[in-house]
Structures are given as C-alpha cells and as structure tokens.
C-alpha cells in the first residue's frame, strides 16, 4: 500500500481508544492507511504531504442533526440574529428588500421571540414595508411572523384548517401574524418559490408536481450552498433531519456530477398526516439509497413544538399559561403503532422530542416496539431534549436510546437568550433543562450536532459552548471535558447512525474524512476555542476545502 497523501507535524487527536494520539498520518485513495512511523514507511518521494504545523487533526466532524436543503437556501436570505427594536429591524428590512428587488417574498431568518420585547404582530411589519410580503422566521424555525400582504396572498388571513399542534394566531376572526408550527407558515412560504426545497419538513412528501429537469437544476445552488458552507466548517457527515425522495435526488444529481463533498443521510420524514402504510416508503428509499456517501434507512418524526412558543409538550403546565402543557402530534397509540412497524421493518427511529412530556411519549413509543419486536441494536434517538423527567434518563440509557442534543441550543450558552425560554421552563424545572454531562454519566450515548439552520453549523463554536457552560440556578454542572465533546461530534455521531466500524475515528482500514484545524485545540484556554477555524476537510481522501484557496 502507498499513500496518496500523508500529514506530518500534526497532533493527531485519533478518537481511537486503543491508539488516542500520533503525529503522523497517511491516506491511501478513500481510507487511512496508516499513523506515527508506519505512515512515513509508506509515502514514497512524489507522495503530497501537508505540514500541519503542529496544529489539530482530527476525524471529520459529523453533523448528527441539521437541515441541508433548507440550510442552504436560508443562506440567501435576510439574517436577523441578533438584531434588535423597531429601528434595527426597519433598517435591516429595507436595506435587504433594495437589494433584492426581484425577491417573492422577503423572508428573515433567526428573528427573537421579543424583539420588540414582545412577539410581533402583521401590524408592527406592516409599518415597515406594507407593499411587499414578509415573512421572518424565528431562529427555532417552529413560529414566523408575516405581515398583512403575505398572509392575504397566502389565503390564510382569515384563518385556515391545520392539523394538531398547528395555528395561525386570531384576533377577532383576523390572522394576528403570527404563525405557530409547519403547516401554518407552508402557505406564507410557498409564496416565496421554495416548497420544492421545505417539502421535505414541510410535508414530509415529494413536490407535487413532480419536479421537472429543471426544477432540479433550479434546486442544486440551494443544495450545493449548503454543502459548500457545511464543508469549510469541517463536516464530512451529514445526517440530514427532514427529507425525501426527491432530496436524495438532488444529491445524488450532485455526485454524478462530483460535487458531492459530504455523506450525507436523509430519512423518510413521517408527518403526523401520514399512514403507517407510508413506511413502506421509507423501506423502499433505504433499499434504493444505502452506501457509504448517500443512505437512509430512518424515519423522522416529531412529537412537540418548541418552548418559547408553548407548543413544546410538558408534563406539567407552563408557568404563564395554566392548564396548557401543549398538544402531542402524536397519540399515545398511534405513535406505539408507528414505532412498532417502523422498529420491524429494521428502520431507526428519530424524534424531535423538546419537553419532558414529549420525550416521555417517545420512550413509551420505544418501549412497545421493543415488547412488540424484542430486543435489538436499534439506538433508536430523540432528538433535543430541553427538558427530561428524572426516571426517564434510566429508561433512556436501558434501551439504548442515543440522546441527539445541541450545545448552543441552552439559552445563554451560545446565540440563544437566556429569556423568555427559561421563563416558559419555569425555575423549578431548571435542573431538568438542557441536560447533557447527566446523560452521559448515567450512560446514554451522546451525540452533538447543530440543528443548523437553527443554529450555527460551526462546530468550533458548540464544543466551546459545550465546554465552558455554565449552571443554571440550582443546576448541576453539566458541560463536558474537551475531548468527550471532540468525541461527541465524531466517534459518537458516528455511532449514532451505526457507522462507527469505519468512520468517526482516525485508524488504519477507516474512511478518509479528516479535518486540520488552525492551532491545537488543547493548547487554547476553553474560551478561546471558537477562536480557531478549519484549515483544510478532506472527505474520502480528497481535499473538500482548503482555508489557502478560498480563505471566504
């Protein structure tokens, strides 16, 4: 074997028990040939080699929960995090509208629940641009905010029929603006040209019509931003967290046309509108899409909402609206059911489950499928868990269920505000909230992933959040060591999608997916991690990107 690439000077951060560091390391064509000594006997004279000048070399980063389509196609539109009060948000507007005249709809992403210090209304966007739709989404992607035009030539002024756990807020028989879950901004949304790219959380279904030839190619910039962004952030696993067929479609246009820089999973994404016939589906795309660089074989679903707007599901009621704990989008037997018949046909199974009730619910789905089917190494997931009952962490870790959590989803860890989320959680329940040091002690695999574009992608960023966290009021410390959170965003997202035979570390036999970081990332203070970038990925041996040939 000769390598075709070998990396020196490096601090080789292996994620590999048996072998944890090295200096060296060598590729030969998609697979790591070889570390330390062994790796220089390999690389002959004309071999290419990389001087990582002593900095951090590390598994590909694994991206356990994002939004790829979406993701991509949000990156051309308005970005408002952090923006603030009328004045901010009228500049930003205006300033956006004038440069993109031709624009549907003006469509705003990352907008706070209180940035008027209050939820908007149609009224308050109105005032700014009354002639032009607009529609801002908050950062959790779960409420929008549309202003009179929109709401009028999406046909929902007035009120539409949703289905549970959806709403369009009324006043007086009028749309307040406000636009609570999927189905009550898809209407707003399609105005804007992209329901071919959200059909995949939206509905869970392909486009109708069935996308032409060059809807397709009208489709790929959206798809190729996404993994262009994903791979300078150093990722070379995707589990992408909505889909369907037409999605992989669209990657798999890609790397025929070898643009394909990241392996990626796409689930079917089961709607609580669908039937359980509908699963044969999801057989179907993971018989059709099963290898190392584009795969199935899951089904996504969601239980909840999200806290800041109520429609997350708790156990007991949220502390400024009493007798409201959220409505499940699932039932307790219907979900059983689709556990039951998804868990037999050999499909893993993930669940946005954000309150503790959801989570609850999801556990009780996971049970009766192993009663119904026994046992077996499904590491079925549940995506978030902001907030858990005590006696359901040991349930968790008894039937192996792989906790999905996202380091700079704590309020006040990273972008997030710590109000009004804590607020809504309510202060008795903050030692419950956002847990992540406690599931791991008590044995749940973890693994970490952005949610992007809920959140920032870069992964730098999380695993700072994730390492200096801090506690809040009567918690318990629960950030991570360096190097369980370097593990969560690589050995365990692996495990995660049953892939840790051959990716998530760096050993002789494994797949070709290494990121170069700019500095070692144990020689920095915990606060100044974010500080570093990725130097160059590699994906299947080949160099995705390279910080000196598109340092943007």
Sequence with gaps: MQATLLITNARVLTMDPDAPETDTLAISGDKIAALG????????????????????????????????????????????????????LADAIHS????????????????????????????????????????????????????????????????????PGNEIVMENGIATGELREFEAKAPVLKLAGE???????????????????????????????????????????????????????????????????????V???????????????????SADYNDDWLSSGFVKLFMDGVVDSGTAVMLNDYPDQPGWRGEPLHTADSFAEIC??????????????????????????????????GARDSRHRIEHIELIDRADIARMADMGVVASVQPSHPPGSLDFPLFPTLDKIGRDRWADAYLTRTLRDAGVAIAFASDWPVADVNPLRSIQAAVTRQPYDGAQDESLP?????????????????????????????????????????????????????????????????AAVDPA
């Design 340 to 373: 039951i018949e998804a868990d037999k046909r050999g499909l893993q199974i993930a669940v946005h489950a954000i309150g503790d009730g959801a989570v609850q619910r999801v556990l009780d789905g996971y049970e009766a499928a192993r009663n119904a089917n």
């Design 482 to 546: 360096l190097r369980d959170a370097l593990a969560a965003y690589t050995i365990g997202g692996a495990y995660a999608e049953h892939t840790e035979d051959r990716k998530g570390m760096l050993r002789p036999g494994y797949l070709a997916d290494v990121v170069i970081l700019s500095g070692d990332i144990e020689a920095v203070p915990l606060d100044q991690i974010a500080k570093l970038s990725v130097q160059k990925t590699i994906c299947g041996g080949k160099i995705i990107w390279d």
């Design 267 to 285: 689930p079917y994404h089961f709607r609580n509108d669908h039937q359980i016939a509908d699963l044969a589906k999801a057989t179907a795309i």
């Design 96 to 163: 956006y509208a004038d440069a993109n005249p031709d624009r549907r709809v003006i469509v705003g992403q990352g907008c706070d629940y209180a940035i008027y210090g209050r939820a908007l209304t149609r009224h308050d966007l109105d005032a700014i641009l009354p002639d032009r739709p607009v529609c801002l989404l908050a950062a959790d992607h779960h409420t929008a905010w549309a202003n009179t035009m929109a709401l009028e030539m999406a046909g929902i002024l007035h009120g539409a029929k949703l289905g």
């Design 37 to 88: 000594a062994a790796a220089l006997a390999i690389a002959g004279p004309d071999c290419p080699r990389i001087d990582a000048q002593g900095a951090t070399v590390l598994p590909g980063f694994i991206e356990s929960h994002l939004h790829l389509f979406m993701g991509g196609s949000e990156l051309a539109h308005l970005q408002l995090l952090n923006v603030a009060g009328p004045e901010a």
């Design 195 to 265: 329901n071919r790219i959200m059909a995949g959380i939206a509905t869970g279904r392909d486009p109708v019509p069935h996308p032409t030839k060059a809807d397709m190619l009208a489709d790929l910039p959206a798809m190729e931003r996404g993994l262009a962004h994903c791979a300078r952030n150093g990722f070379t696993s995707l589990v992408n967290m909505d889909g369907n067929r037409y999605t992989l479609e669209v990657l798999d246009h890609l790397r025929e046309k070898g643009k394909l820089t990241a392996r990626v999973r």
